[in-house]
């Protein structure tokens, strides 16, 4: 028999495992409903009961659509932006044999200049109802049809061996092309909420700098194919983009997807076989996180339904003009640099091989590149902060401008032109953003359809009056280094950064 004291010692020893056990079963518990509570607020999170979505949940959701869409529309916008490109280069492309396109289809300067106008006027006439025929049709397919269509009329170019020729092929490239910036800038409104679009734009918008930048390089190359099966080098590079145009065009019906809430119930037969064989599925595969998405959207989004009523409404908000003005000053200089940047360094250095005058026009476009780069993100950090970081880019477009034509010595002036260029990139997609966040919200899906055709359709005018009545379109103003069309872009710029004052005024007066 054990004495007294071990017994109590094992009694004790006893009742501290029975508390450890019971301690023990509690922790199990305790941690059973803490696991359990867990997942019901992570279901809370993602269910369909919550009337705010988890924010950090949402951007998630957003991010996994981002590697589906924007890679799409920046191929898209690459390969339209590229066309537009070679076409300036083509002036200059394997001029030590005169086989530039002015010397083989014995182009004038003038004839040079209206082909150029009339591409913008077939965009201008046609922006507003190509956008808004998006706004009752699958938008893939809509922009598929686009790109396929440029993509021939690329190859199309190759024919032309009249000035008359080049002149309708022009116009008619400029009408199948109508609607793709306005159509990009309406199809990711469909997708994201306007607070986090202005990213998603810039995102793609690069897609114009490189395609810039990659023309004058790959331009280089095709100066070397001159003469091949009797094709010049200019020829076997619109070959080249048609059909690989054409080829990304197809790909999209299989690469975006459809609206985010497309019904099935409205579906007819013949929808349906069409989704069978070209609309690709839902990007957000979870049921839920689709739900959450449409949730999200249900803010801003409202029903396809418009009448020419609504579009009055929009065309006479006064808010729209100043807007317009801000883009006609910014891409009337953007098109100057894209189309007559590489005549511009020709003639300050008549000793420059078309490669040469190539590859230096290239850098241009990487300057611009960096310019969206470290600017968009000011102008995106507060939406007050936009037309701010809009005159500042404007000014300086026209710092470089004024350094481009007064400078001395050729690199000096070319410095100037990397400045410009630098100051190019932020400008569209702050004025695109601008206006989707007013008229969207007031007026809409066809705010933003028909918001951004007008800005980009009638600020394009800025594009006509550069290459007509400007540089090449003055053949005089080539003896001065094109001093004056310069100046003329300077005035326009300032222009514009009164109109962003004016806007900054208006923009909250609402038209009752």
């Known amino acids: 028999m054990l004495p007294q004291f071990y017994r109590n010692k094992m009694s004790l020893e006893i009742e501290q495992k029975e508390v450890n056990l019971s301690d023990a079963k509690t922790l199990v518990q305790s941690k059973t409903l803490t696991d359990s509570v867990s997942i019901d607020t992570e279901e809370i999170a993602c269910g369909d009961d919550l009337d705010k979505p988890n924010r950090q949940y949402m951007n998630k959701i957003y ?260 807007l317009i003005i801000m883009y006609f000053g910014v891409v009337g200089a953007g098109f100057g640099l894209a189309v007559f940047g590489s005549t511009i360094i020709s003639v300050n250095n008549p000793n420059l091989t078309g490669i040469e005058v190539s590859l230096l026009y290239a850098p241009i476009w990487l300057f611009d590149f960096a310019g969206i780069l470290i600017m968009v993100p000011f102008a995106d950090y507060k939406t007050k902060f936009r037309p701010i970081v809009f005159s500042f880019a404007c000014g300086v477009i026209i710092c470089g401008l004024c350094v481009t034509t007064y400078a001395e010595g050729f690199w000096s002036r070319y410095g100037g032109l990397l400045i410009a260029g630098f100051g190019l990139g932020p400008t569209v997609p702050i004025c695109m953003s601008l206006g989707a966040e007013i008229f969207a919200k007031r007026y809409g899906d066809v705010g933003a359809a028909a918001s951004a055709a007008l800005i980009s359709g009638l600020g394009n005018l800025g594009s006509v009056t550069c290459t007509y009545a400007l540089y090449d379109g003055w053949p005089a103003d080539k003896a001065r280094l094109y001093e004056y069309s310069n100046m003329m872009m300077v005035l326009v710029l300032g222009v514009s950064i009164i109109a962003c004052g004016v806007f900054c005024a208006i923009r909250n007066r609402v038209r009752q």
């Open 63 to 322: 991010r996994r659509l981002d590697f589906r869409i924007i890679p799409a529309l920046w191929s898209l916008y690459f390969m339209c932006s590229f066309g537009g490109a070679i076409y300036g280069l083509t002036f200059t492309m394997n001029m030590e044999t005169n086989h530039t396109l002015p010397d083989m289809l014995h182009l004038k300067p003038k004839d040079i200049s209206t082909a150029s106008a009339l591409d913008y006027v077939g965009t201008i006439l046609f922006d507003l109802p190509m956008n808004l025929i998006m706004t009752l049709v699958s938008p893939q397919v809509w922009l598929a049809r686009i790109v396929v269509t440029t993509g021939f009329v690329s190859i199309f170019t190759v024919v032309a061996n009249l000035r008359g020729g080049l002149i309708a092929i022009k116009f008619i490239g400029g009408i199948v092309g109508a609607g793709v910036w306005p159509g990009l800038s309406y199809y990711i409104s469909l997708w994201y909420p306007n607070e986090i679009a202005t990213k998603r734009i810039g995102y793609y918008f690069t897609a114009a700098q490189l395609a810039y930048a990659v023309a004058g390089l790959v331009s280089a190359g095709f100066q070397k194919m001159d003469g091949i099966r009797g094709y010049s080098g200019w020829q076997w590079m619109y070959i080249v983009n048609g059909c690989v145009t054409m080829a990304v065009g197809i790909s999209l019906l299989w690469w975006l997807p459809d609206r985010p809430n497309k019904k099935e119930e409205e579906e007819t037969s013949k929808w349906k076989f069409y989704k069978k064989f070209t609309t690709t599925s839902h990007p957000i595969k979870l049921e839920h996180d689709r739900k959450l998405h449409n949730q999200d959207l249900e803010e801003r989004y409202v029903d396809i339904k418009w009448n020419f009523k609504d579009l009055f409404m929009i065309i006479t908000d006064f808010r729209i003009w100043p």
